[in-house]
T-cell receptor, first 116, second 113 residues
């Protein structure tokens, strides 16, 4: 149980375009989903907390107009990187927390974004 | 400011060795300490520790939490090459619906044959 999928797993886009990444909880309902960014050999950096039906809470330094998050249902959250630049190239990982559960988060497999 | 510190940052051992990974934390309204293993992709959950002194065990891996001294250790006995990964420690605060994980930088473990 507690499987999270992410799509796409890998995407290459041109500078200036927008990219949407989907995060789905496959076998459970997730009131809260998290979006992380990870640079090579670095730890996870929390970008935002996404709550179903409400606006996402962004961490300090993360531009909400650049990283649009939508959590329209209990099983789906999306992250859209708008007007992507090469410096947005990174590994983006989502996680989901069980609605009625404690604190452990279950992670999706991640999306490798490369902006050329 | 909440923080989680892991040590060592990297470790190289031989198969069969036993390793101990450390995680110390300073977190307001601390609730739980979690360990994850990250190989090539996203982290996979290992343990969640909420109570002091109670060891959690899964095969060759075990972990324990000391809430007085604010640290946790993750032990791996009889290491195998498949244990090579980054081990991440995270502390959960007790902030209701706004609870989140504060992550350490990870320990990169390499197990050589």
């Amino acid at each position: 149980g507690a499987v999270v999928s992410q799509h796409p797993s890998r995407v290459i886009c041109k500078s200036g375009t927008s990219v949407k990444i989907e995060c789905r909880s496959l076998d459970f309902q997730a009131t809260t989903m998290f979006w992380y960014r990870q640079f090579p050999k670095k730890s996870l950096m929390l970008m935002a907390t996404s709550n179903e039906g409400s606006k996402a809470t962004y961490e300090q330094g993360v531009e909400k107009d650049k990283f649009l998050i939508n959590h329209a249902s209990l099983t789906l959250s999306t992250l859209t990187v708008t007007s992507a630049h090469p410096e947005d190239s990174s590994f983006y990982i989502c996680s989901a927390r069980l609605t009625s559960g404690p604190y452990e988060q279950y992670f999706g497999p991640g999306t490798r974004l490369t902006v050329t | 400011e909440d923080k989680v510190v892991q040590s060592p940052l990297s470790l190289v051992v031989h198969e069969g060795d036993t390793v101990t990974l450390n995680c110390s934390y300073e977190v307001t309204n601390f609730r739980s300490l979690l360990w994850y293993k990250q190989e090539k992709k996203a982290p996979t959950f290992l343990f969640m520790l909420t109570s002091s002194g109670i060891e959690k065990k899964s095969g060759r891996l075990s972990s324990i939490l000391d809430k007085k001294e604010l640290f946790s250790i993750l032990n791996i006995t009889a290491t195998q090459t498949g244990d090579s990964a980054i081990y991440l420690c995270a502390a959960a605060n007790n902030a209701g619906n706004n609870r989140k994980l504060i992550w350490g930088l990870g320990t990169s473990l390499a197990v050589n044959p």
